[in-house]
């Protein structure tokens, strides 16, 4: 993949999250943009590292990016444990 292939797939992830998550009326259902969001945030830090990189190493960024995805999950999975206490209350 190259780094502008790896900026479009992560502009376009970002952007269809932020879709989602303005499209959708209840809190609830729009924390599951946040998986999305975070995936394009990834695909786009794992672009600018392996290109920061050079060809030294083509796994470069991938630790980063696999990082980022499971902040995204657990932030969405705070988010609706939240969600569920407050609509309890």
Do not use: D, K
């Not at 797939?9 to 998986?35: F, H, I, K, Q, T």
């Not at 796994?59 to 902040?71: D, N, R, S, W």
């Amino acid at each position: 993949m190259t780094f502008p292939q790896a900026l479009i797939v992560g502009g376009v992830l970002v952007s269809s999250g932020a879709l989602a998550a303005v499209w959708r009326r209840n809190e609830p259902a729009a924390l599951a943009a946040v998986p999305v969001l975070a995936a394009g945030a990834a695909v786009c830090m794992a672009g600018v590292t392996r290109f920061a990189a050079g060809a030294r190493s083509l796994e470069t960024g991938h630790e980063l990016a696999a990082l980022i995805c499971v902040m995204g999950l657990a932030t969405s999975i705070l988010g609706a444990a939240w969600m569920r206490g407050r609509a309890a209350r």
